[in-house]
């Protein structure tokens, strides 16, 4: 609609006799699109005005319906007016559009309440319900499970006569795992303790509250539903190779343990790792930060710790010590933690706390190495140093904690320049342990039973992911619990001897020419695509361990070469991307054995190799690395360096929010850094560390809450 | 910006020679309001477009400037191209003002980083530093405290000499009496073990994870701030009357309870209830629903058990015994719980879960009276129950729990028809006990030591909410924890005893005419404003009680009508609303006596009766009471009733997102309600019984969690 008093000054050259006589005299000014410089001036915007009183008077009613048409735009002389026409316009249009997308909302939330409990049929299979025992151990076995049958259109029927698929646990490989997977190829079951995919990246920021936990998990069950899978929370304990039975032991209904077995025809682990103790003591008194409750344990006690700095019963030198934060590990984990809580305590705090909290609070990160973020390019951890100095956040490097009490941290610092190494104390009121990660009780267990397994931090595998030393595609193992063997030279030896002594020859007489290296490192390179690199310039490498010149490698020269490269190669990183990508590769592994198969098992092919056969080997692509420092952030993306302020800061929320695993928790993230901007990080409202004693009213003196060790 | 061909097309005009003659020859044409109807026609405007191009050859530079200058607005003669004209710009327009807000947005994100440590001189008094010692058990005094000294303009010092007030609790009532005091005339100290404020009402939604826990508190430094308060994170335990200390307890910095004394001028007590047990033996297996770890205990339960009924361990009996969720108490808590609880399951879990446990799942509602809400009008019952019946949710009435078990709770049942009480018993995995509440240990040591204190279940107070047997003036209780005493009859009479001795008659033989009568009935309207609706019909009441028509009431009839007047009030609701208002009313009345209260000391007044004095006595007005049950909601709002589905739902949510205490939990409470539509609940992301072993490295068999008891 017009603003009034527009569409009453119209009105007056409707009326006005002026206006047919104009209509006559000038029949091509109907256009009104006449450049205004031309035709405008101040005088008769005040003499339209003028008369415009008299005019709504005589003829009101035309005016009013007039605007509502779909009519020409209304015309004035005044700038002004024209833009306040518009604005109007555009305001009321904003206006409407707000107003149907939030009827649409609510329309569409109407329909996501369920008003009738639905009364479906449901049938279970006798076999789910009482599960026949077996074995080694004689424990239950979950052939069938309670939802194999379900209905709605008998989707989950034609999974149940499928190769059983099982995926130990539910981290970053699981899940690109799992959503990598075709629907229709396997009876997928996922075991793990955690009922949701946690995204750690984020976890040092949820910490402290700029997120919530909950954006940064994803519910399993809603993952895997895409590939028809079964979820089952519960601990994989040991595998049963031969019987290929995982044993399996959750929390009955009365909360005590029980075990059962789960057999598989594919089996997948990605337990994950723990943290590495270092052999340090006291680590009881020390924070984690690997899982939801851990970054909410931490919450419980920074929030404890200021309040108890505030109480009037607290000496001025126990206030200091609460007050001092202390990170072991300047690895990204705890350099971003540690970047996190620095900004929670200087940007949250000192608004709600006593002024003096702020004075005293310190943040100290302990390193070994000489620079913290040490696997990042150089220049970056400079930059992280220069910032962490700049915020007053201690770091101390070339240092080694010796023990973690109750109230300080001893630790040994070596001095750079005389290499003498000192004996410190610090007082802490609170520690986070975060220095590298070692094997589960699991993934040891597997490793002792089976041959060929040397690494004490991981579970070997082959470069097809496949467990040394279990039946040959039968088990794999992705992401931190595993590690890719790289032994180039054993593996090249022993396809030359089997071929050697196939042509009745001794292997240690065998000559390789040029051409013979060739087709070796092009073995090398499919089998161990991670040794490409080191295999670009194949004359030179030729000539450099040719030393006799004779135009031919012995074995001993040929040894020496593959062993040059196996050194060189580094164990893949404990990264998120790592595992990310083993799942994606194995996804399309599975499925592309699973089409194979059925045509392998005609033909009585070997089934052994079908791995080899139907897809190459994994290759780890490394994308780059980032991490958060206190309002700034550090990028190492494929030697591309990049650090800064606060663009550097969205640059990283936006990787993040791009890799995030959902289209839910991208919003979720969304909504939480809103949350942050809006109304800072709450942090500080949090507090589960009171018992429940109002509640409970039989224990009122444990109102208050106690200490919780880790 | 025009769209181009527009632009262009006006071109055609300021070149043309026409144009000139046109400005000379029809001076009066620059008003642009020439109604359009007349000057258009379908011809000129395919006229102006067979010139166009021509045009734009000769001049297209001016066009583009000129298109965009605040030129008038363009027009053609197609209403199509008219409106489509319109939509783009608006659409422009909407996409430019949603730019323009989020870069608003990013740059107002930007400055909520902090970069520079603030490095500000602290100055703390020795006094807070290193308290004296004092009082009955020589326990520190915190009579300065560590913020006392806090800079800012210096504005905390101000206050530092002010009457000190004390609130224990941050529950409704103190939360409201923080909300209306003044910030400049108290000394304000806020001691509580909790440092937030908690809308229960909200509570049994957050349970089940439709709204975040964090949406529902308010950190209370938040709120001190305003006021210039300091907060104690502690409880307090006793109170000394005679030299006005309350003795507190808190967490030290070793995680040892420290006591402490911490003086007042006013103390208020708003520290809530706890659970009524009821005599009840087995709570131990019970959850209840007051904190929001009780809500987080709550749903890590349900879960625990859905995840429990997966697996093929569970037999059949088992898992019905799991998903048997019963709820004793069937006031507005326990049903809001059911109905949320039964949304969950019916909602989000059916599709994530194998279809047996929907078929399996059980919800009971336990409730000793006839039905359930039995405080809201009868209609509303009905209507509950109505559709709790088509839910299938399970409503006993007439039941008393006996026992609760680990796995099963036994009950007694009384018969309607025949009266006879029969035991029954109902296997269950999951109960929560919410059944009225009772004082907490803090309010039963104070009514021990107070004379005049005869409530087993609440603190006493008078009209003007002091504490009876306090010194007056001295202290006040507010909320769940006090009552207001209705002893209308013993007020008047010792007033009217204390009247006859002074005039030297005895008080038996006293007679009371109509007139006396009057003013009395005005003394007990004051004295007693709930007590008002009672004492409508003054004559009435007089004639009725005047037994012998003489005119007079003596004082035995006297004393009789009263004691009706007594009968008929009853005790306050323990409810949000009553904490609210009476938190209200004394922060009106604080404010009040800190401003009369010098003048009042200069003229030497009686300081025992300034309440009195300078504010009304408190009258509780019920404003309605309303709960929602299973995606429909019933009020009953001041006598009119209302229930329904989805509409009465988003009527409820408008009246608690109103009512919220800040504007920070209402667009967390949005944001809440969103995330629920767009994505469910997503309540079975959340499991923090995952015991943290795959971090801390000794304990790895405990990663499988242990049951947490309430
Ligand atoms: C705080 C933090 C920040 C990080 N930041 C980054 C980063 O920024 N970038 C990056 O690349 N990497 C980062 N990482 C490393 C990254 O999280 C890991 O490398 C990655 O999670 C490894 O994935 P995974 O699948 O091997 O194991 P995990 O993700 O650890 O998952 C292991 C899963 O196995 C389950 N499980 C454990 N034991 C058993 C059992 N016996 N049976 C069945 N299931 C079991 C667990 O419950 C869990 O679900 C970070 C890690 C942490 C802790
Ligand atoms: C789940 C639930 C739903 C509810 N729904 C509604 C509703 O819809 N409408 C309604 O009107 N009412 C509702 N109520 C009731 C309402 O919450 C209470 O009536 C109200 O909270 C009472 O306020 P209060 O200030 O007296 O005490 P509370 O709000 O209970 O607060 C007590 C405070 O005192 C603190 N405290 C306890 N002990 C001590 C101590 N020794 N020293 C110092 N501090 C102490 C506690 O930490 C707490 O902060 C509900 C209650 C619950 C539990």
């Known amino acids: 609609m017009l603003p009034r008093s527009i569409a009453a000054r119209s009105t007056r050259f409707s009326s006005a006799p002026q206006l047919q006589r104009l209509s006559t005299r000038c029949p091509r000014t109907h256009s009104l699109l006449l450049p205004s410089r031309i035709y405008h001036s101040r005088s008769s915007f005040i003499a339209g005005a003028k008369t415009h009183k008299a005019a709504r008077w005589r003829l009101p009613q035309p005016a009013t319906k007039r605007s509502l048409t779909t009519k020409p735009l209304p015309s004035t002389q005044s700038r002004f007016v024209r833009f306040c026409y518009r604005s109007a316009a555009y305001c009321?249009?904003?206006?409407?559009?707000?107003?149907?997308?939030?009827?649409a909302f609510?329309?569409?939330d109407a329909t996501t309440y369920k008003n009738d409990p639905s009364n479906e049929e449901i049938t279970v299979s006798e076999l789910a319900l009482h599960p026949r025992r077996g074995g080694p151990k004689n424990l239950p076995i979950a052939s069938v499970l309670v939802d194999?049958?379900?209905?709605?259109?008998?989707?989950?029927?034609?999974?149940?006569?499928?190769?059983?698929?099982?995926?130990l646990g539910t981290g970053w490989g699981s899940v690109a795992?799992?959503?990598?997977?075709?629907?229709?190829d396997y009876h997928i079951t996922v075991v793990s303790p955690s009922n949701y995919f946690l995204f750690t990246p984020m976890l040092p920021s949820a910490t402290v509250g700029t997120l919530e936990l909950r954006s940064l998990v994803e519910p399993v069950r809603r993952i895997i539903t895409r590939v028809k899978g079964h979820f089952l929370k519960a601990q994989a304990e040991d595998?049963?190779?031969?019987?290929k039975l995982v044993e399996v032991s959750a929390l009955g209904p009365n909360g005590e343990k029980q075990h059962f077995y789960l057999p598989y025809d594919k089996l997948v682990i990605g337990v994950g790792s723990i943290t590495n103790p270092h052999g340090v003591q006291g680590l009881e008194n020390c924070h984690f930060l690997k899982d939801v409750s851990d970054a909410r344990k931490i919450r419980n006690t920074v929030i404890r710790n200021l309040e108890a700095a505030c109480l009037p019963t607290t000496s001025d030198e126990e206030r200091k010590r609460l007050l001092s934060f202390v990170i072991s590990g300047g690895g990204p984990t705890g350099v971003e933690f540690a970047a996190e809580l620095f900004d929670m305590l200087n940007e949250d705090l000192c608004n709600y706390f006593p002024k003096i909290l702020r004075?005293?609070?310190?943040?100290?990160v302990i390193q070994s190495r000489g620079h913290i973020l040490n696997t990042y390019d150089e220049a970056l951890s400079r930059y992280a140093e220069a910032r962490f100095a700049h915020d007053h956040v201690d770091v101390l490097t070339n240092s080694r904690v010796k023990e973690v009490q109750p109230d300080k941290i001893l630790f040994t610092q070596k001095d750079e320049e005389t290499g003498k190494i000192v004996t410190k104390e610090l007082p802490m009121g609170f520690c986070l342990w975060s220095t590298g990660v070692s094997q589960t009780e699991f993934c040891q267990k597997l490793a002792k039973k089976l041959d060929g397994q040397n690494n004490k931090h991981a579970l070997e595998t082959d470069s097809h992911l496949r467990l040394i030393g279990a039946p040959l595609g039968d088990v794999y193992a992705i992401g931190d619990c595993s590690t890719v063997q790289n032994n180039v030279s054993d593996h090249i030896l022993t396809f030359l001897r089997t071929l050697a002594w196939e042509k009745g020859k001794d292997p240690q007489q065998m000559e390789i020419s040029y051409k013979d290296w060739r087709s070796v490192a092009k073995r090398v390179k499919q089998r161990f695509p991670q040794a490409s690199d080191h295999l670009r310039r194949l004359d030179r490498l030729f000539e450099q361990y040719d030393k006799d010149k004779s135009g031919k490698l012995d074995f001993g020269e040929l040894h020496e070469l593959l062993h040059q490269i196996d050194s060189k190669l580094t164990s893949l990183p404990a990264t998120a991307q790592r595992a990310h990508q083993q799942g994606q590769y194995l996804a399309r592994k599975l499925n592309k054995i699973a089409h194979a198969a059925p045509g392998m098992r005609l033909n009585e092919m070997d089934y052994g190799d079908l791995d080899e056969a139907v897809y190459k080997a994994f290759e780890y692509k490394h994308l780059g690395s980032l991490a958060y420092i206190?309002?700034?952030?550090?990028?190492?993306?494929?030697?591309?360096?990049?650090?800064?302020?606060l663009l550097a800061v969205y640059l990283w929320r936006s990787v993040y929010f791009a890799q995030s695993v959902s289209f839910r928790t991208r919003v979720l993230m969304a909504m939480d850094w809103t949350k942050r901007a809006l109304f800072g990080r709450g942090e500080y409202t949090t507090c589960v560390y009171r018992s429940n004693i109002l509640t409970a009213p039989h224990r009122h003196d444990e109102l208050l809450d106690k200490t919780q060790q880790p």
Chains 1, 2 share one sequence.
């Open 92 to 103: 009321g249009s904003v206006v409407l559009i707000t107003g149907a997308v939030i009827t």
């Open 106 to 108: 609510f329309i569409y």
């Open 148 to 167: 194999d049958d379900d209905q709605e259109g008998r989707e989950m029927q034609t999974q149940k006569y499928k190769p059983k698929l099982v995926i």
């Open 177 to 184: 795992l799992l959503k990598g997977l075709n629907p229709d």
């Open 239 to 243: 595998v049963d190779f031969s019987e």
């Open 359 to 364: 004075s005293e609070i310190s943040v100290h």
């Open 630 to 645: 206190g309002n700034a952030a550090v990028f190492d993306i494929n030697g591309l360096n990049f650090s800064g302020g």
